[in-house]
């Protein structure tokens, strides 16, 4: 193990550490919540979890910095509905509409995910309607199905409402510099998108920049000249160094259809959560993995530092002895249409995982994923490998120094620190 690497276990390990402590008040709203609600034959969260998948990536192609607000507002509404007819034992997102635990849940969920994924996707209004009118002719008729779907417009219009003119889809450029350590578009595509992340009004944090880092390393220094000759020895396409399981591993995180929308799934059923662990569960994830993604893009957009590719194309302008050109290198990956620092996905990946082991209060959690990009399942022992991996793996791909991955993983990891303290708590 290199020394990189063990530093990076440590720095994981701790955080982790640190929010699954923090989460220990939980664990007993978790056990009283087991009994509340006992686990059904069919989560209809988790139906409509893939519901929503279907809508957010097979059908409109979201990339994963625009999918997380899609799946926030779609586990944001839904956590409100069940909790409100779970009689409220959590503290609620948006809004708590009158119930009195009579009203049907899965009518609820259904409910408040459709109208908030209509409202995203008016373009699939039909197949959607129809994709409700069927998953709703499977509940019983009568007052309960009627007050839960009630309860399930009412959160999903309270969502609706507060993300209007939130600041999505609004500039999609990023600023374009030409001096040494400035980010411009880089090869094959030289596209420029999603500035407008960075500025999205967050749904949980107080601002999306409050954990502004202090810049990646000067040009001239010890540690980019570290970052810089490890990302273009492993990361080159055509490597020596790499692996064959780096290799893959980098094209597994890679890939746009996430597998962390799975792994959630796959944790819910195997843990045999009920459906208001498992509303309160997706809703903790997805909304922290939302303000992560914003405030790493934030970020990117205070920084506007240089990608790889970039940087080791144009070499011989960055006044560092210790770094070559090489103007013929390519990444193994495409590398995306933003800056390097900090890193996108160990920031959403970071958030993500330690919101899981907030929640299961444990690290220790097996689960895995496969991805059609590299064709392969990859499979985990614990949050905090996954987020060791994910750190490794965007080196591995040649579109992220070592600095912009751990700098990222820490926004997410404090991003979520931040969402657990102040949201989704035992009411009592």
Same mark, same amino acid.
């Given at each position: 193990?290199?020394?990189?690497?063990?530093?990076?276990?440590?720095?994981?390990?701790?955080?982790?550490?640190?929010?699954?402590? #923090?989460?220990?008040?939980?664990?007993? =709203?978790?056990?009283?919540?087991?009994? $509340?609600?006992?686990?059904? +034959?069919?989560?209809?969260?988790?139906?409509?979890?893939?519901?929503?998948?279907?809508?957010?990536?097979?059908?409109?192609?979201?990339?994963?910095?625009?999918?997380?607000?899609?799946?926030?507002?779609?586990? =944001?509404?839904?956590?409100?509905?069940?909790? /409100?007819?779970?009689?409220?034992?959590?503290?609620?997102?948006?809004?708590?509409?009158?119930?009195?635990?009579?009203?049907?849940?899965?009518?609820?969920? &259904?409910?408040?995910?459709?109208?908030?994924?209509?409202?995203?996707?008016? &373009?699939?209004?039909?197949?959607?309607?129809?994709?409700?009118?069927?998953?709703?002719? &499977?509940?019983?008729?009568?007052? /309960?199905?009627?007050?839960?779907?009630?309860?399930?417009?009412?959160?999903?219009?309270?969502?609706?409402?507060?993300?209007?003119?939130?600041?999505?889809?609004?500039?999609?450029?990023? +600023?374009?510099?030409?001096?040494?350590?400035?980010?411009?578009?880089?090869? +094959?595509?030289? %596209?420029?998108?999603? #500035?407008?992340?960075?500025?999205?009004?967050? *749904?949980?944090?107080?601002?999306?920049?409050? *954990?502004?880092?202090?810049?990646? +390393?000067?040009?001239?220094?010890?540690?980019? %000249?570290?970052?810089?000759?490890?990302?273009?020895?492993? =990361?080159?396409?055509?490597?020596?160094?790499?692996?064959?399981?780096?290799?893959?591993?980098?094209?597994?995180?890679?890939?746009?259809?996430?597998?962390?929308?799975?792994?959630?799934?796959?944790?819910?059923?195997?843990?045999?959560?009920?459906?208001?662990? !498992? #509303?309160?569960?997706?809703?903790?994830?997805?909304?922290?993995?939302?303000?992560?993604?914003?405030?790493?893009?934030?970020?990117?957009?205070?920084?506007?530092?240089?990608?790889?590719?970039?940087?080791?194309?144009? $070499?011989?302008?960055?006044?560092?002895?210790?770094?070559?050109?090489?103007?013929?290198?390519?990444?193994?990956?495409?590398?995306?249409?933003?800056?390097?620092?900090?890193? =996108?996905?160990?920031?959403?990946?970071?958030?993500?995982?330690?919101?899981?082991?907030?929640?299961?209060?444990?690290?220790?959690?097996?689960?895995?994923?496969?991805?059609?990009?590299?064709?392969?399942?990859?499979? *985990?022992?614990? *949050?905090?490998?996954?987020?060791?991996?994910?750190?490794?793996?965007?080196?591995?791909?040649?579109?992220?120094?070592?600095?912009?991955?751990?700098?990222? $993983?820490?926004?997410?990891?404090?991003?979520?620190?931040? /969402?657990? !303290?102040?949201?989704?708590?035992?009411?009592?």
């Amino acid at each position: 193990m290199t020394r990189h690497v063990s530093i990076r276990r440590k720095l994981v390990s701790a955080v982790v550490a640190g929010v699954i402590g #923090a989460g220990a008040p939980v664990l007993s =709203g978790m056990t009283s919540a087991y009994a $509340a609600d006992p686990v059904r +034959p069919v989560n209809s969260v988790i139906v409509w979890d893939q519901n929503a998948q279907t809508a957010i990536w097979d059908y409109a192609q979201q990339q994963p910095q625009v999918q997380a607000r899609s799946f926030a507002m779609v586990h =944001g509404a839904v956590y409100d509905a069940v909790n /409100a007819i779970s009689g409220k034992p959590y503290q609620p997102y948006l809004s708590a509409p009158s119930a009195n635990g009579r009203e049907s849940v899965d009518a609820a969920v &259904g409910t408040a995910a459709f109208k908030v994924l209509v409202s995203l996707f008016p &373009g699939q209004q039909d197949r959607l309607q129809q994709q409700y009118d069927d998953y709703m002719a &499977g509940i019983p008729a009568g007052l /309960a199905k009627v007050r839960g779907t009630t309860v399930g417009d009412k959160t999903a219009a309270a969502m609706i409402t507060a993300r209007q003119n939130d600041g999505a889809f609004g500039d999609e450029a990023w +600023p374009v510099g030409t001096q040494p350590g400035q980010w411009r578009p880089t090869p +094959p595509t030289n %596209a420029n998108a999603t #500035a407008w992340v960075g500025h999205l009004k967050p *749904f949980l944090l107080p601002s999306v920049s409050m *954990f502004r880092s202090s810049g990646p +390393p000067a040009l001239t220094s010890a540690q980019y %000249a570290r970052d810089f000759n490890e990302v273009k020895t492993i =990361g080159a396409v055509n490597s020596t160094t790499r692996t064959l399981d780096q290799t893959q591993a980098a094209i597994w995180w890679h890939d746009r259809h996430l597998g962390e929308w799975e792994i959630k799934r796959q944790l819910a059923t195997g843990q045999r959560l009920s459906t208001l662990q !498992t #509303a309160r569960m997706f809703a903790m994830v997805d909304l922290s993995e939302a303000d992560a993604t914003s405030a790493c893009y934030n970020e990117k957009g205070a920084w506007l530092f240089w990608r790889p590719v970039t940087a080791i194309q144009l $070499a011989d302008t960055d006044g560092n002895p210790n770094t070559a050109a090489d103007p013929a290198w390519m990444p193994l990956l495409v590398t995306p249409p933003h800056p390097d620092f900090t890193s =996108g996905h160990t920031c959403f990946t970071a958030a993500s995982m330690s919101a899981l082991a907030y929640f299961f209060g444990r690290n220790d959690i097996q689960f895995s994923a496969f991805s059609s990009a590299s064709g392969t399942t990859r499979s *985990f022992n614990s *949050f905090t490998g996954a987020i060791a991996e994910v750190i490794e793996a965007r080196i591995w791909g040649g579109i992220h120094t070592r600095t912009a991955d751990i700098e990222g $993983a820490k926004i997410g990891l404090r991003t979520t620190a931040y /969402a657990v !303290t102040h949201y989704f708590q035992p009411r009592r």
